[in-house]
């Protein structure tokens, strides 16, 4: 009895065996391509230049101001659209000979014209397959120009195993990936420092999804050796931490053409000037406390807005380098001040509103103290509605344009723990996208490249070879 029984029991795992392998044996035929298959299978590496897969025609749209070869693209019902840039010939594959659901566009630079191409897949279907385009694989592919099919399939050097695209990380399905070289100049100063501060050789992979997104750019040339990073207080509207500023500056300078340049240097020195006074070096005194990690935080207040430094520096140069912050606030408090004064409309035949300006003294009284708190020595300098504050111990540091709000971060309790995972985090923090918007042109690539959402966290941070900014949505979002 008992054989009879385990007898059955093979019979039906042979069963079981048996129809596994016909139904794998049927997908194999019906279905000869793996499930790894993509668009990218079949580009040519050296040649793709920018690439796009998207659910919103709004959103390639809104490439089309850098690419405006992606205007040519036509219109389509598909959700998703890929672009590349593609050679217009190639000897590795013979010549061969529209557009619904699961489509990618492609857009092609030729290196035997100046012009760019694209090139559109679609996944197969009875209605894409009408439309006269080239099947390959489960695609059907459509481009700008006949010629550029013979560069579309299988064969070496694919997108697909090229490094600057396969150790892009993806959040979500929905991705734009771009060669820099690809990206044209631009007149915008944030996009020619974007620039600038890549290599043409770099590679970028934006992708995002209902919860957040993921900017990456490979290669990563140099891994930080960070120390632990200083946290910020709540209340900011924008936090950022970084390092290495000076370094970073050096760069832009050797990068930038030299009118550029000289126009970003102008718009740190007036910013520096508006902050701290006119009688700081921004090279030799204030750069120097942006070279360890730092931590920059910023408010919107009524009457104006305030802003908090936390970091760490040589200490046997950082009570010189606050002494001359103070100096240079006085002197800027004792300079004359421009007083704006608004008279409201009158009575009919009586005379109109108008607003007037002043220059005159400031009379109010400058107040100083200097004092310690929490193993800190607090020194702070206001007059009127004007404060400068700094605190100093050991090697740390913080300054701030309000008394108060530099107390509350040296008596709390993160003030040198760690960031959150990644242990390597280059820069984090909560960002409002309405603090950004007014800063950011319309129709610049970094318009492009930020999140969208209101509120965000966001980290940066190297992961392997990438160097990766990473965002998530935040409800109801307090800094």
Not at 73 to 87: F, G, H
Not at 166 to 173: A, E
Not at 255 to 283: H, I, P, V
Not at 396 to 405: I, K, L, N
Request: net charge positive; aromatic share 8%.
């Amino acid at each position: 009895m008992t054989l009879i029984v385990y007898k059955r029991i093979g019979i039906i795992i042979i069963a079981l065996g048996a129809a596994t392998v016909s139904i794998a044996g049927l997908l194999w035929a019906l279905l000869p391509l793996t499930p790894l298959e993509t668009e990218a299978s079949y580009l040519p590496a050296a040649e793709t230049l920018f690439m796009a897969r998207t659910k919103d025609g709004a959103r390639l749209r809104e490439w089309a101001a850098l690419f405006p070869e992606l205007k040519n693209i036509p219109a389509t019902e598909s959700s998703v659209i890929a672009l590349l840039d593609i050679p217009c010939s190639n000897e590795e594959f013979p010549p061969s000979t529209g557009l619904t659901d699961n489509v990618s566009a492609a857009e092609i630079s030729s290196p035997c014209s100046d012009t760019r191409g694209w090139v559109i897949f679609q996944q197969t279907t009875a209605e894409t397959d009408a439309t006269g385009g080239k099947q390959i694989g489960r695609f059907t592919v459509h481009t700008s120009e006949p010629d550029l099919l013979a560069s579309i399939g299988p064969g070496k050097k694919r997108l697909r195993n090229d490094p600057g695209f396969r150790s892009h990380r993806r959040q979500g399905s929905e991705f734009v990936f771009l060669r820099m070289k690809a990206l044209p100049s631009s007149p915008l100063l944030p996009d020619q420092v974007l620039q600038s501060s890549l290599d043409t050789t770099e590679t970028m992979l934006l992708s995002w999804n209902s919860s957040g997104g993921m900017l990456g750019f490979y290669p990563l040339r140099a891994r930080a050796v960070l120390e632990p990073l200083v946290m910020t207080s709540s209340g900011a509207n924008v936090t950022l931490r970084s390092q290495g500023m000076d370094a970073f500056l050096s760069v832009l300078e050797k990068r930038m053409k030299k009118n550029d340049w000289q126009t970003l240097d102008a718009w740190f020195r007036t910013r520096t000037a508006e902050l701290l006074g006119e009688d700081l070096s921004l090279r030799h005194e204030l750069l120097p406390l942006l070279h360890d990690p730092f931590a920059f935080s910023w408010k919107t207040v009524s009457g104006g807005s305030l802003w908090l430094l936390q970091g760490s520096a040589d200490r046997s140069l950082l009570p010189e380098r606050l002494d001359r912050l103070h100096a240079s606030f006085r002197n800027t408090l004792n300079r004359h001040i421009l007083q704006e004064r608004v008279f409201p409309e009158r009575p009919a035949g009586v005379g109109r509103g108008f607003r007037s300006a002043i220059l005159g003294e400031d009379n109010a009284p400058l107040k100083e103290t200097n004092g310690t708190t929490a193993g800190w020595n607090v020194r702070t300098a206001s007059k009127g509605r004007q404060e400068l504050a700094t605190a100093l111990r050991g090697h740390r540091f913080a300054v701030s344009t309000d008394g108060e709000w530099l107390l509350r971060a040296i008596r709390g309790v993160n003030i040198a723990e760690r960031l959150p995972s990644p242990t390597e985090m280059l820069g984090g923090g909560l960002i409002r996208e309405v603090d950004m918007a007014a800063h950011i042109p319309e129709t610049s690539l970094l318009k492009l490249l930020l999140p969208k959402e209101t509120s965000y966290r966001f980290a940066i941070y190297p992961r392997g070879p990438v160097l990766i900014l990473s965002w998530r949505k935040e409800k109801n979002a307090r800094l």
